[in-house]
């Protein structure tokens, strides 16, 4: 018996209506059919010309590319014509900045490069600096007999500087890329012993002393303290022993000698400039 309220609808309520309304709802067909005959009734009032004028003006600029294209040289982005296809005459290599070499033009017809600046490769290009130089040799290492020796020192302090100059005597060029060692003698001519030392960075560089030309190189004589010095000096580089002519420094301008007589060190740098 009912009491006047409404029944809570159940599921099978709920199924019910949703088919109801499936079977009052329009076809989908309907409602394309509906969509295409609106879109050609607009089209048909005003989009159909200019679509068509549109076309008609397409086509004529494609004809006019097309006839200038023929009647002109290609040319590149900068201006100058292009380079000639893969297989036609006087196709020349070109050298692009990195060093690499590429073709003119392309298999299309295009430039390899447009734009980029490229130089062609001939006699005179740089080589890549990828490559390190090549150093000519004389063959051998400057003997005593191909050159003269002299060294000029000047005083500082505890230390004594020495300019070193060498002078190829002979007739053919040496090598010279080396670091002399020094002997000091004193006027009596006897050696002093003073503790030779040298770094051993490795030498690159131009090896060659040339036939009447002269290469310096520095030495520095820490620890040296006045003490006096002969007239000569003895210097060697592993291809003998040369004498050169000292010229002595100013004993008024030295400092205190050290504590410890074998802090003196004596260094030396490698001879330049040469060839």
Same mark, same amino acid.
């Given at each position: 018996m009912?009491d ?6 159940? +599921? ?5 209506? =949703?088919?109801?309304?499936?079977q ?12 295409? +005959? ?6 048909? @009032? ?6 068509? &004028? ?5 086509? &004529?600029?494609?004809?006019?590319? &097309? ?8 040319? /590149? ?28 033009a392309?298999? @299309? #017809?295009?430039?390899? !490069? ?19 130089p090549? =150093? ?9 007999? +191909? ?9 500082g ?11 190829? /005597?002979s ?10 060692a ?6 009596? #001519? ?10 051993? +960075?490795?030498?690159?560089g131009?090896q060659?002393l040339l036939? @009447?030309a ?7 004589? !820490? ?16 291809? @003998? $022993? ?24 004596? $260094?030396? /740098? =490698? ?5």
């Amino acid at each position: 018996m009912s009491d006047g309220r409404p029944r809570p609808r159940t +599921e099978d309520d709920l199924r019910a209506a =949703y088919q109801l309304a499936a079977q009052d709802a329009p076809q989908r067909a309907t409602v394309l059919a509906g969509v295409l +005959e609106h879109r050609d009734r607009r089209q048909r @009032g005003f989009g159909a010309p200019i679509a068509g &004028i549109v076309a008609v003006l397409a086509v &004529i600029g494609v004809l006019v590319g &097309i006839a200038l294209s023929d009647s002109h040289p290609r040319r /590149t982005t900068n201006g100058a014509a292009a380079s000639p296809r893969i297989g036609d005459e006087n196709v020349s290599l070109h050298a692009t900045p990195s060093g690499l070499a590429s073709a003119g033009a392309s298999a @299309g #017809g295009g430039s390899a !490069n447009a734009g980029s600046t490229s130089t062609t490769i001939g006699p005179n290009v740089s080589p890549s600096p990828l490559i390190p130089p090549i =150093y000519p040799s004389a063959g051998h290492t400057c003997a005593p007999s +191909e050159v003269s020796v002299s060294i000029v020192w000047s005083a500082g302090g505890n230390a004594a500087y020495g300019q070193i100059t060498a002078l190829n /005597t002979s007739t053919a060029a040496c090598d010279l890329l080396v670091k002399p060692a020094v002997t000091p003698l004193t006027p009596s #001519g006897s050696p002093i012993a003073v503790r030779m030392v040298q770094s051993q +960075e490795a030498a690159l560089g131009p090896q060659r002393l040339l036939p @009447g030309a002269t290469a310096r190189a520095q030495v520095t004589w !820490n620890g040296w303290c006045g003490i006096a010095l002969g007239n000569t000096a003895q210097l060697s580089w592993g291809s @003998g $022993t040369v004498t050169a002519a000292s010229s002595p420094p100013d004993r008024s301008q030295a400092g205190h000698c050290p504590a410890n007589p074998e802090l003196a060190t004596m $260094t030396s /740098t =490698y001879f330049s400039p040469l060839h």
